[in-house]
């Protein structure tokens, strides 16, 4: 069974930074490796909203709300992928959330494996 579990959240000030982790368990080095990958993050009372994602290739996409301070990254031998989060807003502060999509060796965009998600808070 292939799980997801985050770590890595916690509070910080204005400006700050944060490295977030998920590691997977249940998948062969071949099978993450070919994963397409996700953070996720939702606010109380807000829609979640997809901050970045990594496919098979190591290619990234990110919005605007965090493009420029976010940094997606895996690391395949260990079966872990990496959110690098700088210059934190407090509108940074939500659940965060990583996910593996459906799909092998492409990103569908069909999520199907979430972990249970890490808290990240931001204070002025």
């Known amino acids: 069974q292939v799980q997801l579990v985050e770590s890595g959240g916690g509070s910080v000030q204005v400006g700050g930074s944060l490295r977030l982790s998920c590691a997977a368990s249940?998948?062969?080095?071949?099978?993450?490796?070919?994963?397409?990958m996700a953070w996720f993050r939702q606010a109380p009372g807000e829609e979640r909203e997809r901050v970045a994602h990594?496919?098979?290739?190591?290619?990234?996409m990110y919005p605007d709300s965090v493009k420029g301070r976010f940094t997606i990254s895996r690391d395949n031998a260990k079966n872990t992928l990496y959110l690098q989060m700088n210059s934190l807003k407090p509108e940074d502060t939500a659940m965060y959330y990583c996910?593996?999509?459906?799909?092998?060796?492409?990103?569908?965009?069909?999520?199907?494996?979430w972990g249970q998600g890490t808290q990240v808070t931001v204070s002025s």
């Open positions: 996910a593996a999509d459906r799909a092998n060796g492409y990103c569908s965009g069909s999520w199907s494996v």
């Open positions: 249940g998948y062969t080095y071949s099978s993450y490796s070919s994963k397409c």
């Open positions: 990594i496919d098979k290739n190591r290619s990234t």
